[in-house]
């Protein structure tokens, strides 16, 4: 078995954030294929439909890539990271689905923010 390379903190960080990245990414384009089905429920449009394969396949690569940053790094401290998902899926949607940002929705961006902050504290290493 050759040695493996050993991901820092940083880079399992990092890492997660394309995921974040990537999972926004990918909630968009399924949207975009949700619409595009219109009222059809039949399963063959569905896994024909590019815009739908393309944001699975977007959640595909998130979770392998998320893999490699679990490997050398704890899940209590990456996971969390994961909803930043939430806030990068809440202004494409005001951006590009013309949704409305109200208080609420600022308030429930801000928490999730300050958490990640909070825990991105953690020192325990």
Do not use: H
């Amino acid at each position: 078995m050759e040695p493996r390379i050993r991901l820092t903190r940083k880079q399992s960080v990092a890492i997660t954030v394309v995921c974040t990245l990537l999972g926004a990414a990918g909630q968009v384009f399924i949207k975009l294929g949700a619409v595009q089905l219109g009222q059809s429920t039949s399963p063959l449009a569905m896994i024909t439909n590019p815009l739908l394969v393309g944001g699975y396949t977007l959640y595909a690569l998130m979770t392998l890539l998320f893999v490699f940053a679990l490997r050398d790094e704890e899940l209590s401290i990456l996971y969390p990271i994961i909803a930043l998902t939430y806030v990068w899926v809440t202004g494409l949607s005001v951006w590009l689905f013309r949704e409305t940002f109200n208080l609420a929705k600022g308030v429930g961006v801000a928490a999730i923010v300050a958490g990640v902050s909070v825990l991105g504290k953690d020192s325990g290493r």
